[in-house]
């Protein structure tokens, strides 16, 4: 049963009914009809700032909900939002266009490892995907389109970054500060991205290195590689794509390798007429498609969480692949890891081993220590000169950025809260954080399917809770510590039998103390089935108001609307 959490609101009621009615600027009013929504956002939105500046200059926009991040998060949650008639939404962007990871990484040879028809919206499937394995260009035109067609640019703030997001007990309410302004929101959705923001390690030196320095998400595409010396540090999914796509235009490519990877065959080809034709006329065959796909992988995860040793047959494929690309023996061996597949992320490419063997290639096993001038110091003490070093080193994922700007009901931040790892319940919602839902958020990710199936398992798990807090006349939600307790006490002990945790590695899926708070240790469908309607008992509700009654528990009528409402919406074809 779900308990109430009763807080005196001096003032506040008529202060947040006024409030509540004035449209945040950008917000579209319920009802709009999506189509009309891209025309006639520009004009509303004027006309309501022109109205809030008249009636008070320094009034603070107020929205429902508030966004963050314009990746397939985010664009997925205002579609979603659409659908389920919220359109008092805005989505706050740092960035000046959408995408997001297929915005930020336009690095040579960035494509996806997930095939294009599961790795993409199940409401706005594309028959005209060219390749299997779309190239970015592709997936960051798709996300252009998403926002075009489900209505959503008169909702989007371009160049507005979150600095701070801090509950407001006393108004129930998020004050965001943004560097275009502020805000308050009754819930936020933080769709900021899991793999966002890049890591460069600081290394003695670096500051001082003549040449040209940039991370692979960053990419300068004004520097001209071509007979450059080029270090490579990293060896993981984007170096690997980095690699090939640079090796024949440089004149030395010099990749620094802390770990190998194993790496299997890339079954990438040509996406045919026929089958465009085929898929636009008749949907039903894009979506056997991808329903095969969806299965393919989801066989898969019984060998990674349950019985790891199924995966020999698989890393046997993988020393093949190895042996068929490079001849070098002594290259075999410092290419070879010595952890079992699967504990790492694994790669797919048939070029990058042939890549590796060039001869203006050198493998360094090791890491970069340190930087002196224009020479680069491994870790096993070799020199190398080089004109320019691209950081393919990851992101801050276990230590995300957001963490420390968001504070909760007694002003902790995420940060301070999650000293001994993120933890969530459901990988959406964190005590002590009313109304903040994460669109992957600890937990979530996958090491061998789509991330769009758990975006939109947890869209499903958002917009239950808001539909539901309608619903009740309730104000905000958040967990019980109990139910986060229990969610992840269990959560880790499956982690325990899972191949992340006993195949022999240290993978960027691990916290500092070696926690695993990034994978999510079972099917999709299974999070799909967990995150399909939010279970009342899990929650703390914070009503409206002081007079109202308890919330009542939600009879089985409402709790059917709910969920309908929630799974609404029609397919649109982006053709
Ligand atoms: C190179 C690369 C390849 C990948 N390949 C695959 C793959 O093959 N298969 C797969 O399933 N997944 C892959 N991923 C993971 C990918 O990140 C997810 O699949 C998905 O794109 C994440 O979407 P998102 O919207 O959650 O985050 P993002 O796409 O990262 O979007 C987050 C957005 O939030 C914005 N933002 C961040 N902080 C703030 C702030 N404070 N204020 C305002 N805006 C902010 C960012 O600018 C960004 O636009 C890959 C990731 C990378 C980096």
Request: glycine share 8%; proline share 6%; charged share 25%.
């Amino acid at each position: 049963m779900a308990s109430s959490t009763k807080r005196p609101r001096p003032r506040a009621a008529e202060a947040s009914a006024q409030d509540r009615s004035r449209t945040a600027p950008g917000a579209v009013e319920p009802g709009a009809v999506e189509s009309e929504a891209a025309d006639s956002g520009a004009v509303e939105s004027e006309a309501v700032v022109a109205e809030a500046e008249a009636v008070e200059p320094e009034a603070v926009p107020h929205v429902r909900v508030a966004v963050i991040g314009s990746g397939f998060g985010g664009l997925g949650a205002g579609v979603r939002l659409r659908r389920a008639g919220i359109t008092d939404f805005v989505v706050l962007e740092r960035a000046d266009s959408v995408g997001g990871t297929w915005r930020d990484n336009s690095y040579p040879g960035c494509a996806c490892d997930v095939p294009s028809h599961l790795y993409s919206f199940s409401f706005a499937p594309n028959p005209d995907w060219p390749r299997s394995f779309s190239g970015q260009p592709d997936i960051r035109a798709y996300l252009e389109k998403v926002a075009d067609v489900f209505g959503l640019r008169p909702h989007l703030r371009f160049n507005t970054e979150v600095t701070e997001a801090r509950w407001d007990v006393e108004r129930t309410r998020w004050q965001i500060t943004t560097t275009a302004g502020r805000w308050t929101a009754d819930a936020v959705v933080a769709a900021a991205g899991p793999l966002a923001d890049p890591q460069i390690p600081e290394l003695p030196g670096l500051d001082s290195f003549p040449g040209k320095v940039f991370h692979s998400s960053r990419w300068d595409h004004d520097f001209p590689l071509a007979g450059k010396r080029v270090a490579m540090v990293g060896t993981g999914a984007s170096a690997a794509q980095i690699v090939p796509a640079i090796q024949p235009q440089v004149g030395k490519l010099t990749v620094f390798q802390r770990t190998p990877a194993w790496v299997l065959p890339r079954r990438d080809r040509a996406i045919t007429e026929l089958e465009k034709r085929l898929h636009g006329r008749f949907p039903i065959t894009a979506k056997a498609r991808r329903g095969t796909l969806f299965a393919l992988r989801e066989l898969q995860v019984d060998a990674f969480v349950r019985r790891p040793g199924l995966l020999k047959l698989v890393q046997r494929l993988a020393e093949r692949h190895l042996a068929d690309g490079v001849a070098d023996p002594a290259l075999r061996a410092k290419l070879t890891p010595d952890y079992r597949i699967g504990c790492k992320r694994i790669l797919l490419s048939n070029t990058y081993y042939p890549a590796l063997a060039a001869a203006n290639t050198e493998v360094v096993p090791a890491g970069l220590r340190e930087v002196r001038g224009s020479t680069l110091v491994a870790a096993d003490g070799s020199e190398h000169e080089v004109d320019a070093i691209v950081f393919g080193t990851g992101f801050h994922v276990t230590d995300m950025p957001m963490g420390s700007r968001v504070f909760g009901a007694d002003g902790t931040s995420f940060a301070e809260k999650w000293k001994e790892g993120m933890e969530a319940l459901r990988g959406s919602t964190v005590h002590g954080f009313p109304n903040f839902f994460f669109v992957i958020g600890p937990n979530t990710g996958l090491g061998n399917s789509s991330m769009i199936l758990m975006i939109e398992s947890q869209l499903n798990y958002l917009i239950d809770a808001l539909t539901k807090l309608d619903e009740i006349g309730a104000t905000a939600m958040q967990p019980t510590a109990r139910a986060q307790r229990r969610w992840n006490l269990e959560l880790q002990h499956r982690m325990d039998r899972t191949v992340w945790s006993t195949g022999g590695c240290r993978s960027w899926y691990l916290d500092k103390s070696g926690k695993n708070t990034v994978l999510w240790p079972g099917s999709t469908t299974s999070f799909r089935r967990a995150t399909r309607k939010v279970d009342l008992t899990e929650y703390e509700l914070i009503l409206r108001s002081d007079d109202r009654a308890a919330p009542p528990a939600l009879s089985a009528s409402s709790a059917r609307a709910a969920s309908s409402a929630a799974a609404t919406g029609t397919e649109e074809v982006m053709a």
